[in-house]
C-alpha cells in the first residue's frame, strides 16, 4: 500500500468516526502536488479533488478528467475575474464567492457558457485583513447578490479560520450563519483541525497533507 492511499484510508476512517453517521465529504487537496499524486488517490477511490490556482488545475486535471470524467473539482483558492472563464469550464464547485463584482462575473459566464458548476461564498470568520473572504455580517447581503439578483447557484458557506486560534468558534459561527440562510453545504476544517470541524457540521472538509504528505 503506498503512502497516499496509507494517508487516505486513515483520513476517511477518522472522518468516519468524527461524523458518527452523518455524511462528509472529503475534498483531498492536491494543490502542488503532481498528477501522479492524484492518479494514486484516484486509484484509492477518492473522487473529490480541491485546487487553489486555476492555472495549475487546469494543467493538472485536463488529461485526468479523460480517464476519470466523474471526479469532482473544487475551486479553494482566491479567483481573480480575469480567471473566470477558465474556472467556470473547469471546476464543479467554485468556494471561494467573495465580491459581487465576482459573483456577477461569474453568474456572466455562466450564462455565456451553458456551464453552472455550484458556488460558495467564502467568510471571513476572523476578519483578517489579509485574506479573503467577507465579513461574517455581510453574509446576509452577499447571499442576496449571489442567489436573488445574480441568480447563481449558491450552495453554502467556507471558510478559513486564523492560523492561531482555536477553530471551533470559527466553525460554529460559519455553520450558525449557513442554517440561518438555509444553505447545505458548510465547507471548513482542514489536515490540524478537520475532525473539530466536523463535530460543529461541517458538511465538506477539505484535507491536504495528511493525505498526500507534507509539501516542499
Same mark, same amino acid.
Given at each position: ?5 496509507a494517508?487516505?484510508?486513515?483520513? %476517511? ?6 461524523? %458518527? ?5 472529503? =475534498? ?10 492524484v492518479? #494514486?488517490? /484516484?486509484?484509492?477511490? %477518492? ?6 490556482? =486555476? %492555472? ?15 471526479? #469532482? ?14 474556472? =467556470?469550464? /473547469? ?26 458548476? /455550484? =458556488? ?28 436573488d ?25 460559519? $455553520? ?6 438555509? /444553505? ?11 475532525? $473539530? ?20
Amino acid at each position: 500500500m503506498s503512502a497516499i492511499t496509507a494517508g487516505l484510508h486513515a483520513v %476517511q476512517s477518522r472522518i468516519k468516526a468524527a461524523a %458518527q453517521g452523518r455524511s462528509v465529504s472529503l =475534498v483531498a487537496v492536491a494543490k502542488t502536488y503532481p498528477a501522479e499524486a492524484v492518479r #494514486e488517490a /484516484l486509484a484509492a477511490g %477518492q473522487r473529490v479533488f480541491g485546487e487553489n490556482r =486555476v %492555472q495549475e488545475a487546469k494543467a493538472k486535471f485536463t488529461d485526468l478528467r479523460k480517464d476519470h470524467p466523474e471526479l #469532482e473539482l473544487h475551486l479553494i483558492g482566491p479567483l481573480q475575474t480575469n480567471k473566470v472563464r477558465d474556472a =467556470v469550464a /473547469l471546476f464543479d464547485v467554485i468556494e471561494t464567492i467573495d465580491r459581487p463584482k465576482l459573483a456577477r462575473a461569474v453568474a456572466d459566464e455562466m450564462r455565456r457558457s451553458g456551464r453552472r458548476p /455550484l =458556488v460558495l461564498i467564502q467568510v471571513n470568520t476572523g476578519r483578517e485583513p489579509q485574506k479573503a473572504g467577507i465579513d461574517p455580517d455581510q453574509v446576509e447581503s452577499m447571499v442576496a447578490i449571489c442567489r436573488d439578483e445574480y441568480g447563481l447557484p449558491l450552495a453554502g458557506l467556507m471558510c478559513i479560520p486564523p492560523a492561531k486560534e482555536d477553530p471551533t468558534p470559527h466553525f460554529r459561527l460559519l $455553520a450558525g450563519l449557513a442554517a440561518r440562510h438555509g /444553505l447545505g453545504v458548510v465547507s471548513m476544517g482542514m489536515s490540524g483541525d478537520f475532525e $473539530a470541524a466536523i463535530a460543529e457540521g461541517a458538511t465538506h472538509v477539505r484535507v491536504g497533507s495528511a493525505i498526500f504528505g507534507h509539501r516542499g
